[in-house]
């Protein structure tokens, strides 16, 4: 088939235009309506009465209409469809089509997505094939290309991005800017490397999105000076003000790793609202299968005494006006026909979602909708990323003294607890160590972990933020090198050994962070090796898995472990 010509395309869409208008002015009869609605409107902040009419797509308008399909709604509310203006895709563990199954009942119509996960494995190639895997899904997923891969200098991952690597993917249609600066040091310290990306994202006229927890006064004018228009790290209102008091939009936070929600009510007032919108960062299979998405944002803030209607705003109109997604966010004429119809804002269960007109969710199952198509090339690079050689036990054997990581309870953030030559079960000092997995290096960092519990055997993960090498945690190096064999094995995923015995495990063959079977199986695969973990001993106050995950993460404070060793974070040295 040939490409439409120019005037082909000029025709189609004023043939689209037309029927619009002829249904709007209420000379032709809707494609859908929407009977006897009681819908919230985010401009006026009140509870509209009407019928809303779609044709093509779109909302043509609101008062008395007819429609070839008419669906009653009398008695419900009508929302606009859910925006997370935060979220890497690749945290549910499970393919594009399988996150858009598990979110559309749960009213999100669309995303904002960070592809850093797979990037940091794949390079140019993770973020096109997660471009491939998300078109035409009836979640509409927009992307913000990765400011740090790797996350900083410091790490090791399976490709490094600069700004001339991923400048083509800014013509994209989906792609809406720069997704978080991570590297906020560089960004301060003037680092023209980093200052280049945020200059030509700045010439695309794209967005540019924050990660900065805990900046203060001048640093925090430097950042913001920088060009970063947002931040989703904020943990207390003070940080959250002083950010956006300089003009900064605030991502509030409520995922599985991060529970910022409850600390951040104070900004879900009318002084401070406007520049607020909802994210989730990261979400296991385990939180989107029994808590939700964004309703379950939206339900808390209404929970703990925030106007339902400005909660709603805060979940789809803010993140549109944000990302300059002028069609959506709203139930007016001209915007897409995204609707969630919940019962009522109390009890705020969802009983219908519709994607531009289309039902998708009727209350009890989501309609069927076929996967994307991929290129194989990319299939095949996918499942092909884990390049390391066989090791033993020797491998792990270090006597010098390593810095000890003090894991802090219900945070991510760690505490420097000196250092230490050997484990120590009984005090709860485990041997901790960072396999490089993309390019056969060898490199192995090792050090201590305190405050894991873990009281027998090792447990390994291929989910590694950011940079995805292999780490792993355990109270002797056979089971260490056993379960890290069994990872690369597996081409991915999490293993929890003992006694060179495979208790449970889940395997993770795309890009050794995603699976491609459905979001239950993953889940009971996740939990199985969750419980096996705590009956190794491993705290029940903590993810086994996710909270490991971020030990590697050379972004925040205070001690972390690379492949190169335990490095001080706010220093960037090793110790």
Known sequence: MGTESYTGKINRKLNK?????????????????????????????????????????????????????????????????????????????????????????????????????????????????????TEGLPVDVRFMLPS???????????????????????????????????????????????????VAAQAHHKKIDGHAPGLLDNDLNAYIAAGVYSDHECYDPADAIAKLERGQFIMIREGTAAHNLEALLPLLTPQYAERC????????????????????????????????????????????????LNNRGAIAPGYLADFVIIDNFQDFRIEKVYKK????????????????????????????????????????????PRGIIGMVPGEIVTEDQGYSDHIDVEWDILKAAVVERHKNTRHIGIGYLQGYGLKSGAVATSVSHDSHNIIVVGTNEEDMAAAVNRVVENRGGIVVMDRGEVKAELALPIAGIMSDDTLENVNEALERAKEAAFALGVSRGIDPFMTLSFMALPVIPTLRLTTRGVIDVAKQQYI
């Not at 960062?281 to 029994?290: G, V």
């Open 148 to 198: 740090c891969v790797p996350a900083t200098p410091m790490d090791e991952s399976g490709a490094v991005l600069d700004y001339r690597t991923i400048d083509s993917f800014y013509d994209h249609p989906r792609v809406q800017g720069l997704a978080e600066m991570m590297n906020y040091p560089g960004v301060i310290g003037a680092d023209p490397q980093v200052l280049e990306k945020i």
């Open 357 to 400: 007109g289309t039902l998708m969710f009727d209350g009890r199952e989501v309609a069927d909708f076929p996967a994307p198509e991929v290129d194989p090339y990319l299939v095949k690079r996918s499942r092909d990323t884990f390049h390391v050689a066989h090791l033993t036990a020797q491998d792990f054997a270090e006597h010098r």
């Open 277 to 324: 919108m909802f994210c989730c960062d990261d979400k296991h299979p385990s939180d989107l299968l029994e808590k939700g998405h964004i309703d379950y944002n939206i339900k808390e803030a209404i929970r703990l005494g925030v106007d339902p209607i400005l909660a709603i705003k805060v979940a789809c109109h803010h993140a549109a006006r944000y990302f300059l």
């Open 17 to 133: 235009k037309l029927r619009i208008v002829e249904v709007a002015a209420g000379r032709q009869k809707a494609d859908l309506v929407l009977k006897n609605a009681a819908y919230v409107n985010v401009f006026s902040n009140e509870i509209c009465q009407g019928d809303i009419a779609v044709a093509e797509g779109l909302i043509v308008g609101m008062g008395r209409y007819e429609g070839e399909r008419e669906v009653d709604v009398s008695g419900k509310i009508v929302l606009p469809g859910f925006i997370d203006a935060h979220i890497h895709l690749e945290s549910a563990m499970v393919s594009p089509k399988e996150f858009a199954k598990a979110v559309l009942p749960h009213g999100t119509t669309t995303v904002i997505t960070d592809p850093h996960e797979i990037a940091n494995v794949m390079g140019t190639d993770g973020i096109e094939y997660m471009l491939q895997a």
